[in-house]
């Protein structure tokens, strides 16, 4: 059906420029599309690169907040024995 529409009239333009503003409208869709998706890639890229960060941070900030709980603890120990041991007059 479509090839009987060029031939039946319903077109002003002639053939051969209809052709070839169909070819370039194409061709620039297809640019914008490949850029498009070139654009999503990246993003998504992009994202995944974040996520993967902030699980390494935030795996890196608990260990660290586990490391201070640890020797706040044992500075605690320690504090407890130091008051234990009597001060010499000297």
């Keep these: 059906?479509?090839?009987?529409?060029?031939?039946?009239?319903t077109f002003k333009s002639p053939l051969r420029k209809l052709v070839r503003f169909f070819q370039r409208s194409r061709d620039q869709w297809k640019r914008k599309h490949h850029a498009l998706k070139?654009?999503?890639k990246r993003e998504q890229n992009q994202r995944l690169a974040v996520e993967r960060s902030?699980?390494?941070?935030r795996g890196?900030?608990?260990?660290?907040?586990?490391?201070?709980?640890?020797?706040?603890?044992e500075l605690g120990v320690l504090k407890k024995r130091v008051r234990r041991i009597p001060v010499s007059a000297e």
């Design 60 to 73: 890196k900030a608990a260990l660290a907040e586990r490391r201070v709980c640890e020797l706040e603890a």
């Design 1 to 9: 059906m479509a090839g009987t529409q060029a031939t039946d009239g």
């Design 38 to 40: 070139k654009d999503i």
């Design 54 to 57: 902030r699980q390494y941070w």
